[in-house]
């Protein structure tokens, strides 16, 4: 279930596959209602109209603005697809990997912000994680209509893989002696490793990445939320590469 106006029309603006989208008969118009409406009349997704009580207890919880859309599971790709993908482009890689994220605002917070900026893929281990649940549709506004998303069954195995093949890791952590905007792998290709709400990077995925960085920080507040974090990163990365 994918719900809300802006994530429900971005899954009609990609690929991916639709079941059928139920839209509440007392929801108000909306410019981007209408939208959905025309998408899915071109793709030729079945609309259903049902009552807002319906809609309601059909989404267990979910906000969805009046509009629901029912779709297959979430089709992840493999990381080889990714960098073939990159590759084609002739780009330098833009990967970022949550490494204990747990918390499906802040995964679909931080796939908003990467795929915003230009990032290739998010990586997402199988355990231990936050998953593309209704609730990370939600927070990503759609943006994982069009991000890749990438699931890995143990990260600092993933990383060394990447190390292999050119990918440099940047973990992001409070403790480093480094600041992230100083660092000479920034304009490189690379993956930038969020770490865990609270915890921060694992040792083992610490030990792994290449460098690890910190944000500059100057008030008194010690850190940031994990996708606030990642958001900043992600810009500071951006901001070095145009």
Do not use: F
């Amino acid at each position: 279930m994918v719900g809300g106006l802006h994530p429900v029309r971005e899954l009609l603006r990609s690929e991916q596959h639709l079941t059928r989208i139920l839209v509440a008969t007392n929801r108000d118009p909306a410019a981007v209602l209408d939208e959905i409406l025309a998408l899915a009349a071109e793709r030729d997704v079945p609309i259903d109209r049902v009552e807002r009580a319906a809609l309601d207890q059909r989404s267990e919880g979910l906000v969805h603005q009046g509009v629901l859309a029912l779709a297959p599971p979430y089709p992840h790709v493999s990381l080889d697809e990714v960098l073939e993908r990159i590759t084609a482009r002739s780009e330098p890689a833009l990967l970022v990997a949550l490494d204990g994220v747990t918390d499906p605002h802040n995964l679909g917070s931080i796939a908003r912000t990467a795929e915003a900026v230009g990032a290739h893929a998010l990586l997402v281990p199988e355990r231990r994680s936050a998953g593309v649940t209704p609730t990370a549709e939600k927070s990503a506004a759609g943006a994982l209509a069009h991000l890749p998303v990438v699931e890995v069954t143990n990260l600092v195995r993933t990383l060394a893989q990447l190390h292999e093949r050119g990918v440099w890791s940047l973990g992001l952590d409070g403790d480093a002696e480094g600041e992230l905007g100083d660092h000479p792998l920034v304009t490189e290709p690379c993956v930038l490793v969020i770490g865990a709400e609270g915890g921060g990077l694992s040792r083992l995925v610490r030990e792994r990445c290449d460098a690890v960085v910190r944000l500059p920080m100057v008030g008194r507040v010690a850190s940031l939320n994990a996708s606030v974090a990642a958001g900043v990163a992600l810009y500071e990365l951006l901001r070095h590469r145009r």
